[in-house]
């Protein structure tokens, strides 16, 4: 079956510094795979995806993610985050062509100035 | 503006009574997903429809119903038969190709 692992289920991190939330998935076939965030109360929002061609992919808010098929990894990155960034964050691989999506528990960011 | 609408925003529900959740998209996209948000363990899915008058149950449809009679709108009903409704519920839509695009949720609790 399909499932996706997030291990954190939180962190903190000072503004300014890196960050890297870690996504591991499984899946039988080629991913799609996405990352989601989420502010208290909101909807989700999408930050990046991957479908197909390079692994390395650009997002909004200054967010990348590297897709290592032989990890089956799909970690999130920002080089300097800020105090907004504080949130939920959810990867999610897409199934059935991309039809559904299954999430992973998330991992929740707080920064500390 | 295009997007997805949920209503209410926040729903009380009595015990042994069925409440519906409203969904409406302006955004042309043939499927809509209904999940339930629970803390710490993500969205769950529990129903799907990839075109009007279709859907298809997810992982957790027990106690729940959905109808799909017009191409912008996916209502969910929260029956009775639901023993733990609490929680925040997303729907979503999705264009072809397209990654799934979300609502702000209703949260609903019980009296």
């Known amino acids: 079956a399909q499932s996706v692992t997030q291990p954190d289920i939180h962190i903190t991190v000072s503004e300014g510094a890196s960050l890297e939330l870690r996504c591991n998935y499984s899946y039988g076939a080629t991913p799609y795979l996405f990352w989601y965030v989420q502010s208290p109360g909101q909807g989700l929002q999408l930050l990046l995806k991957?479908?197909?061609?390079?692994?390395l992919v650009q997002g909004i808010k200054g967010f990348e993610a590297e897709f290592k098929r032989s990890q089956s990894s799909f970690n999130l990155r920002k080089p300097s985050v800020h105090w907004s960034d504080a949130a939920e964050y959810f990867c999610a691989v897409g199934v059935e062509y991309g039809n559904k999506l299954v999430f992973g528990a998330g991992t929740i960011l707080r920064v500390k100035s | 503006d295009g997007g997805i609408t949920q209503s209410p925003k926040y729903l009380f529900r009595k015990e042994g009574q069925n409440v519906t959740l409203s969904c409406e998209q302006n955004?042309?996209?043939?499927?809509m997903y209904w999940y339930r948000q629970d803390p710490g363990q993500g969205l769950r899915l529990i129903y799907y429809?990839?075109?009007?008058?279709?859907?298809q149950k997810g992982d957790i449809a027990e106690g729940y119903s959905v109808s799909r009679e017009k191409k912008e709108s996916f209502p969910l009903t929260v029956t009775s038969a639901q023993k733990n409704p609490t929680a925040f519920y997303l729907c979503?839509?999705?264009?072809?190709?397209?990654?799934?695009?979300f609502g702000d949720g209703t949260r609903l609790s019980i009296l």
């Open positions: 979503a839509s999705r264009g072809e190709s397209q990654p799934q695009h």
């Open positions: 991957y479908f197909s061609g390079d692994t």
């Open positions: 429809s990839q075109i009007v008058n279709d859907f």
């Open positions: 955004l042309n996209h043939d499927a």
